[in-house]
């Protein structure tokens, strides 16, 4: 018996960073060329076309159309300072209302605290543990309920 079909294998054409949708802050991606092949007991033996490039966020692995690399970002607002401290003086609230805590430290370190500082800030307002969403993977204190993205509850 011959098995034999199609494979899609993705070749990285390019680097950098941008600012993805999904995080909602600067990452790193990968800009890659999708192409077909035609595969014998899955293996790719020879190409049959070109499918398209596509921009992968190196942080959530969400793949996104070029275009995104177009959208213009600056990371250094006016008010920054005041931004951060008042992030800092409201975290214990954020997490007790229920943010996900990829996202509290998303926002902190878009103000400008380094990020071992901002984990390290936000695990110690999770003394009591954390939970994850099983449908989009965020973390939250043990105290929510609902996953504030997806709507599942935890």
């Known amino acids: 018996m011959i098995v034999f079909g199609t494979r899609i294998r993705a070749k990285v054409i390019g680097e950098g960073r941008f600012f993805c949708p999904h995080c909602q802050?600067?990452?790193?991606?990968?800009?890659k060329r999708a192409t077909?092949?035609?595969?014998l007991y899955f293996v790719p033996v020879f190409p049959l076309g070109?499918?398209?490039?596509?921009?992968e966020c190196q942080t959530?692995?969400?793949?996104?159309?070029?275009?995104?690399?177009?959208?213009?970002?600056?990371?250094?607002?006016?008010?920054?300072?005041?931004d951060l401290a008042q992030m800092l003086n409201t975290l214990a609230e954020r997490v007790?209302?229920?943010?996900?805590?990829?996202?509290?430290?998303?926002d902190l370190t878009a103000a400008g605290l380094e990020r071992d500082l901002a984990v390290e800030l936000v695990n110690k307002h999770l003394s009591a543990g954390q939970k994850q969403c099983a449908e989009c993977g965020l973390s939250y204190s043990t105290a929510a309920t609902v996953c504030a993205v997806c709507g599942k509850p935890l």
Not at 50 to 55: D, H, I, R
Not at 96 to 106: I, M, T
Request: charged content about 25%.
């Open 25 to 31: 802050a600067q990452r790193s991606y990968w800009r």
């Open 36 to 39: 077909r092949y035609f595969a």
């Open 50 to 55: 070109q499918l398209g490039e596509f921009v």
């Open 60 to 82: 959530c692995h969400r793949a996104f159309e070029p275009a995104v690399l177009e959208r213009k970002f600056s990371a250094s607002k006016p008010g920054r300072t005041e």
């Open 96 to 106: 007790v209302a229920g943010a996900p805590v990829e996202y509290l430290v998303r």
